[in-house]
T-cell receptor, first 113, second 115 residues
Framework: EAGVAQSPRYKIIEKRQSVAFWCNPI?????LYWYQQILGQGPKLLIQ????????DSQLPKDRFSAERLKGVDSTLKIQPAKLEDSAVYLC???????????FGSGTRLTVV | DQQVKQNSPSLSVQEGRISILNCDYT??????FLWYKKYPAEGPTFLIS?????DKNEDGRFTVFLNKSAKHLSLHIVPSQPGDSAVYFC??????????????FGKGTKLSVKP
C-alpha cells in the first residue's frame, strides 16, 4: 500500500512568515496525527484527528498553529506567524483506528531564520 | 518531565554481535510500548511492540523485553547487521489521560553497527 505522503519535503522561511504543510494519509486510515520533532528530541504529538474531528489538540500552540482535515482524508497544518523555535521536522502519521501502531510519513523539515 | 527516557544517546557494536537498547518510563499507566527505527531524512518506521500483559515479544532478529516492576524495557538485536544502523526510538501509550494514539517518545539512541 502507498505510504503517508507529505509535502513539501523542505521549507525555509523568515520568522513572522506563515507556512503550510500538507499530508495525505494511507487510504482508509481514519486516524491522522501531526507530530513535531525538534532536533535531538523524539516526536511530540501536536494534534490527532479521527475522521474529520479533533481527538486531541492539547499540545498544539493554538495561538499560532492550526490544522484541519476536511472531508476526513487530507490534512493541512499551518503556522502563522512562525518563530525561530518552530524549526523542526513536522511528521504526519496515520493509523487504521485509534490504535497505537502509527505509520509515519517522511516529514517536512522547516527552518525558520 | 520526561516520561520515556533513553539514557544512551549512542551505541556502537560490531557486526554479528548483540545490540541492546534500553528504555525507562515513569508513568505506570502506560500499557503498550513500541520501538521505531529512523533512517536519516525518513520518518520513523515501526519495528516491534509489546503489551504490558507480556514480558517478551520476538520478531526475527528483534526481541523486546518488558520489566514492569522496574518500568524498563529493552530491545535486543541479534545478530546485528550494518543495515541496522539507525536511530531507535522507544515510545509508550496508554490510558493516562491522553488519547490512545498519543505516543510518548524517548529522545532516541543512535545505533552504529560496524562491519
Amino acid at each position: 500500500e502507498a505510504g503517508v505522503a507529505q509535502s513539501p519535503r523542505y521549507k525555509i522561511i523568515e520568522k513572522r512568515q506563515s507556512v503550510a504543510f500538507w499530508c495525505n494519509p494511507i487510504s482508509g486510515h481514519a486516524t491522522l496525527y501531526w507530530y513535531q520533532q525538534i532536533l535531538g528530541q523524539g516526536p511530540k504529538l501536536l494534534i490527532q484527528f479521527q475522521n474529520n474531528g479533533v481527538v486531541d489538540d492539547s499540545q498544539l500552540p493554538k495561538d499560532r498553529f492550526s490544522a484541519e482535515r476536511l472531508k476526513g482524508v487530507d490534512s493541512t497544518l499551518k503556522i502563522q506567524p512562525a518563530k525561530l523555535e518552530d524549526s523542526a521536522v513536522y511528521l504526519c502519521a496515520s493509523s487504521s483506528h485509534e490504535g497505537v501502531i502509527v505509520t509515519f510519513g517522511s516529514g517536512t523539515r522547516l527552518t525558520v531564520v | 518531565d520526561q516520561q520515556v527516557k533513553q539514557n544512551s544517546p549512542s551505541l556502537s557494536v560490531q557486526e554479528g554481535r548483540i545490540s541492546i537498547l534500553n528504555c525507562d518510563y515513569t508513568n505506570s499507566m502506560f500499557d503498550y510500548f513500541l520501538w521505531y527505527k529512523k533512517y536519516p531524512a525518513e520518518g520513523p518506521t515501526f519495528l516491534i511492540s509489546i503489551s504490558s500483559i507480556k514480558d517478551k515479544n520476538e520478531d526475527g532478529r528483534f526481541t523486546v523485553f518488558l520489566n514492569k516492576s522496574a518500568k524498563h524495557l529493552s530491545l535486543h538485536i541479534v545478530p546485528s547487521q550494518p543495515g541496522d544502523s539507525a536511530v531507535y526510538f522507544c515510545a509508550a501509550s496508554g490510558d493516562y489521560g491522553g488519547s490512545q494514539g498519543n505516543l510518548i517518545f524517548g529522545k532516541g539512541t543512535k545505533l552504529s553497527v560496524k562491519p
